[in-house]
């Protein structure tokens, strides 16, 4: 799982608040994540026996 910029207390902690804008400008969706849609991408790989070797991108659509 790659994810993106995701809006909990040690994001907010090691990012000014100034950057964390500037990303959720530059995403696409136009915000960070949210911790349950990460949990969501979590549980989706755990739930399917058939997928496998696969990188799960749950970044809003912005590419470092």
Do not use: C, H, W
């Not at 907010?12 to 995403?27: I, P």
């Not at 969501?40 to 739930?47: C, F, K, N, R, Y």
């Amino acid at each position: 799982i790659a994810p993106g910029f995701i809006d909990v207390a040690t994001t907010r902690g090691a990012l000014a608040e100034s950057v964390l804008d500037d990303y959720a400008r530059r995403t696409p969706v136009g915000r960070l994540g949210k911790i349950d849609e990460l949990m969501e991408g979590i549980a989706s790989l755990a739930d399917n026996g058939f997928l496998n070797g696969v990188v799960l991108q749950l970044d809003g659509g912005l590419r470092l």
